[in-house]
């Protein structure tokens, strides 16, 4: 066991009594433990007006710490500001993918189709007799009346 006392001043020096305190010495450095890491376990939150704690604990090597902090005062309440003016508008955005096609019901469907022949009625019948053979003029009015009924019947 180490005594810090000794040796006395005026002493001879003691191979045994030196022994003794070399190796009193040693059990004291081998006692101090080594730290290769620290780790934070925990953070409580105290009550206001108390002061801050630490807990401190070595195991294996593992330094240990679990905080406590107190809460500050309440502050006092902030005024409201004003609202600012609205901003310019963005840039347009792209395009999204289409969606999904929208469902029809039946009655939907069967309405649609009862009303789509009424679509060609504005164009009035040709009612022409066409001579033989067909003069040129005759066959233009066929066509043109062929495209007057092409372009209703397009929605």
């Known amino acids: ?17 030196m022994r003794g305190q070399l190796n009193g010495l040693k ?14 376990d925990g953070t ?7 002061p801050a704690q630490v807990t401190l ?4 090597g593992t ?7 107190p809460t500050g005062p309440q502050g ?8 600012g003016s609205q901003g310019p508008p963005g840039i347009q955005g792209e395009q999204g993918p ?9 009655q939907q469907l069967t309405d649609a189709i009862a009303t789509s022949s009424s679509n060609s009625n504005a164009v ?21 009346k062929v495209d007057e009924l092409i372009g209703v019947l397009r929605r």
């Open 1 to 17: 066991m180490f005594d810090p006392t000794l040796p006395q001043a005026g002493t001879e020096i003691d191979a045994v009594q």
């Open 44 to 50: 409580n939150t105290l009550p206001t007006g108390t």
């Open 57 to 60: 604990d070595v195991t294996d």
């Open 124 to 144: 009035a019948t040709l009612g022409m007799t066409v001579s033989d053979p067909p003069t040129q003029a005759e066959v233009q009015q066929i066509a043109n």
């Open 76 to 83: 006092e309440t902030g005024s409201n500001g004003s609202d």
């Open 98 to 106: 289409p969606g999904a096609p929208g469902e029809v019901s039946l």
């Open 27 to 40: 059990d004291l450095i081998d006692a101090i433990q080594t730290i290769s890491a620290a780790i934070v």
């Open 63 to 69: 330094l240990h710490f679990i905080f406590g902090i």
